[in-house]
């Protein structure tokens, strides 16, 4: 157990409706870390937040959006769903800037 | 262009069958090594950071080893539960520094 949290675990959606992913980082981490997982692309790096700003942003569409909250807790927002977006979405977490990330169980997201 | 690039995508071997696992990486000044382990339909798992050449770190039947091109997973008398996919990240110096550059992974399978 990595200490973080996701859910929901699986999501079944249809094309053109819009999800929101929930992430805990493990208690004490600051940085929260978004990666998409698709089987032809390994891991892509979305978004990293750092004690609720936004730090760094990688290939991340612009009908996604994600935000870091107070309590450290973070959301990751699909919008406009495609087909092509059914993908294992993770969240990792850190202390701080480092590359030992602590990575939840993922939530794997299936677009109809 | 920063890149990783990780071999073989796939290797099969035999219980007991040592063997090694490549990353070489182009990077502008490397920050940080990073190995990871994936189990299918699960978050990585962080194993090891290597920051200069030389430096080598050992965990069970693994131990990692890094030179200024290149780092290398040695798998020694590998059992089946050794089975996962392999992950390689590099943190670089220059440009954005708060990302990470993955490869694509090499999938191991250890036979009884």
């Known amino acids: 157990d990595s200490g973080v949290t996701q859910t929901p675990k699986h999501l079944i959606t249809a094309t053109g409706q819009r999800v929101t992913l929930r992430c805990s980082p493990r208690?004490?981490?600051?940085?929260v870390y978004w990666y998409q997982q698709s089987l032809d692309q390994g891991l892509q790096f979305l978004i990293q937040?750092?004690?609720?700003?936004?730090?760094a942003k990688g290939n991340i569409l612009e009908r996604f959006s994600a935000q870091q909250f107070p309590d450290l807790h973070s959301e990751l927002n699909l919008s406009s769903l495609e087909l092509g977006d059914s993908a294992l979405y993770f969240c990792?977490?850190?202390?701080?800037?480092?590359?030992?990330?602590?990575f939840g169980e993922g939530s794997r997201l299936t677009v109809l | 262009e920063d890149q990783v690039t990780q071999s073989p995508e796939a290797l099969r071997l035999q219980e007991g069958e040592s063997s090694s696992l490549n990353c070489s990486y182009t990077?502008?000044?490397?920050?940080?090594l990073f190995w990871y382990r994936q189990d299918p339909g699960k978050g990585p798992e962080f194993l090891f950071t290597?920051?200069?050449?030389?430096e080598e770190k050992e965990k069970e039947r693994l131990k990692a080893t890094l030179t200024k091109k290149e780092s290398f997973l040695h798998i020694t008398a590998p059992k089946p539960e050794d089975s996962a996919t392999y992950l390689c990240?590099?943190?670089?110096?220059?440009?954005?520094?708060?990302?990470?550059?993955w490869g694509l992974g090499t999938s191991l399978a250890v036979n009884p």
């Open positions: 990077v502008s000044g490397l920050r940080g």
């Open positions: 290597l920051y200069s050449a030389g």
């Open positions: 990240a590099v943190r670089a110096n220059a440009g954005n520094n708060r990302k990470l550059i």
């Open positions: 208690s004490g981490d600051l940085s």
């Open positions: 937040y750092y004690n609720g700003e936004e730090r």
């Open positions: 990792a977490s850190s202390v701080g800037a480092t590359g030992e990330l602590f």
